[in-house]
C-alpha cells in the first residue's frame, strides 16, 4: 500500500520509529518518563525496537513535528498517573488531602519529588492506545484533507484529542469507570465540521454574521459543559453520604444493576428516576458509584448555577440548562449537539421526567422537550440505540 504522501506503508514490517507524546506537567514527571522511555518502556508496552522520540502532547508541536511526517510513525500517548493514598483497601480522596491543601491525583511538583523517594507505588507510568499516523489520518478525513491543503491545526487538534481519549480510558483500566469523565468537549464539537456548516446555515438563515453566531455558540458551550472533577467527586460524594445514609436505608437491585452494566457496554444510558426530594440524585449517585458505573450527566435548571452550589454541582456532573429557550436557534443547536457528543462516546444521561419536585409522592405528567434531542440523535444516526432507565 502506498499513504496519501506517496511513501510505502511498512506495516507488516512494523514501525520504523515511534514517537512518544508526553502528557507531563512538571520536570519531575518528564523525567521519569525519559527514564522509563530508556529504560525500554515503550519496547514492553508496544512490542517493537524502534526508536523513539519524545513530544509534548501540545497542538502547537504536534502540527511542527508529527503532521507533516512522510513515514509513518508509531504514535504512543504517555502520562505519569498519580494515585492517593490505600484507605481500606480503596485508593480515593478524603477531606485529610484537603487538610493538607493537596491533590494526591495532582501533587504538585514538591510532593512528586518526594512520593517518587518514599512511595513509589503511588505513580504509574501509562500508555495509551497506539496508533500509526496513517491511522489517525484514515481517523480523521478532513481535518487530514486540511492538513494537505496547508492548515495543520486541526489535525493537530484531533490527533491531541485521540491522545487524551486513549489516556483517559487506560486511566479507567486502574482506577475504575467511576471515574469516567469527559475532555476537551468543548474543543472537539466546534471542531466538527458538520457542526461548524449547521452554524453557518443558522447563520444565514436569521440573517447574522457567522462569527457572531459562532461565539455565541462557543458561549453557550461553556454554560453547558460539565466540568468533571475527580476530586469534587470524592469529596461532594464523601461529605453527602452521612446525610442520606443515617435517614434512609438504600435496597439496590443488584442483578439488574449487572444487566445494565452490560447493556451499558455497547449503548449509552438514560436514567429517568421520579422526583420526591433533592437527595434524589445523591442517593442514585452513590449506589451507581459504589458498583462502578460512570458518574452520570445530571441535567438541572439554571437557575441552581448561584454559587456556590452551582461551581460544586458543574464539577460533580451537573449541567445547567436553560429553562426555556424558545425561538433561540444558536442554543438550540448547540443543546442538541451536546446531547448527541455524550451519547455518542456513551457517557450516561440522567434527568427529572416530572420536571420538578412531587409533594405528594404521586408521579407528576412527563415532559418530554429533553427526549426529542435523544430522538433526533438516533433518527440522524448519530448512534445506534439509547435505553431509557425508570428509577
Given at each position: 500500500?502506498?499513504?496519501?504522501?506517496?511513501?510505502?506503508?511498512?506495516?507488516d514490517a512494523g514501525p520504523r520509529s515511534v514517537v512518544a507524546l508526553v502528557d507531563a506537567s512538571s520536570g519531575v514527571e518528564r523525567e521519569l518518563i525519559g527514564t522509563w522511555v530508556a529504560e525500554g518502556g515503550v519496547a514492553r508496552e508496544c512490542g517493537t525496537g524502534a526508536p523513539v522520540t519524545q513530544l509534548d502532547l501540545d497542538a502547537q508541536a504536534v502540527a511542527a513535528r508529527l503532521v507533516g511526517?512522510?513515514?509513518?510513525?508509531?504514535?504512543?500517548?504517555?502520562?505519569?498517573l498519580w494515585l492517593p493514598p490505600e484507605r481500606d483497601g480503596v485508593?480515593?480522596?478524603?477531606?485529610?488531602?484537603l487538610a493538607l491543601l493537596t491533590n494526591p491525583r495532582k501533587p504538585n511538583r514538591l510532593v512528586q519529588r518526594r512520593l517518587v523517594r518514599k512511595a513509589p507505588d503511588r505513580h504509574v507510568i501509562l500508555t495509551g492506545q497506539p496508533a500509526r499516523l496513517s491511522e489517525l489520518r484514515a481517523n480523521n478525513p478532513e481535518a487530514a484533507a486540511l492538513h494537505a491543503a496547508g492548515t495543520s491545526e486541526p489535525f493537530a487538534r484531533a490527533i491531541v484529542r485521540a491522545a487524551v481519549v486513549a489516556l483517559e480510558r487506560a486511566e479507567r483500566s486502574i482506577i475504575g469507570n467511576r471515574y469516567k469523565v469527559p475532555r476537551l468537549v468543548a474543543e472537539e464539537i466546534l471542531d466538527s465540521p458538520d457542526f461548524l456548516r449547521r452554524l453557518e446555515l443558522i447563520a444565514d438563515r436569521i440573517g447574522a454574521d457567522p462569527q457572531e453566531v459562532y461565539r455565541r455558540a462557543e458561549k453557550a458551550l461553556?454554560?453547558?459543559?460539565?466540568?468533571q472533577s475527580r476530586f469534587v467527586s470524592d469529596l461532594f460524594t464523601q461529605a453527602m453520604r452521612p446525610v442520606h445514609a443515617s435517614t434512609w436505608k438504600v435496597d439496590t437491585d443488584s442483578s439488574g444493576l449487572a444487566q445494565l452494566r452490560a447493556l451499558n457496554r455497547?449503548?449509552?444510558?438514560?436514567?429517568?428516576p421520579s422526583h420526591r426530594s433533592y437527595v434524589d440524585a445523591f442517593v442514585l449517585g452513590d449506589v451507581l458509584a459504589r458498583n462502578d458505573f460512570p458518574p452520570n450527566h445530571v441535567i438541572g435548571g439554571a437557575n441552581l448555577r448561584f454559587w456556590p452550589i452551582g461551581p460544586i454541582a458543574r464539577r460533580?456532573?451537573?449541567?445547567?440548562i436553560r429553562r426555556s429557550f424558545g425561538d433561540d436557534e444558536v442554543y438550540k443547536a448547540v443543546v442538541e449537539e451536546y446531547f448527541a457528543y455524550l451519547l455518542t462516546k456513551r457517557f450516561n444521561m440522567e434527568w427529572y421526567f416530572e420536571g420538578g419536585r412531587t409533594r405528594t409522592g404521586k408521579l407528576r405528567?412527563?415532559?418530554?422537550?429533553?427526549?426529542?434531542?435523544?430522538?433526533?440523535?438516533?433518527?440522524?444516526?448519530?448512534?445506534?440505540?439509547?435505553m431509557l432507565v425508570p428509577v
Open positions: 500500500m502506498i499513504d496519501h504522501a506517496g511513501v510505502p506503508d511498512t506495516t511526517r512522510r513515514d509513518d510513525p508509531l504514535v504512543v500517548p504517555v502520562r505519569v485508593r480515593r480522596m478524603s477531606f485529610a488531602d461553556h454554560e453547558l459543559v460539565a466540568a455497547r449503548y449509552p444510558l438514560v436514567f429517568l460533580t456532573g451537573t449541567v445547567f405528567p412527563p415532559r418530554y422537550g429533553l427526549l426529542n434531542y435523544l430522538a433526533s440523535a438516533v433518527r440522524t444516526d448519530r448512534i445506534e440505540d439509547v
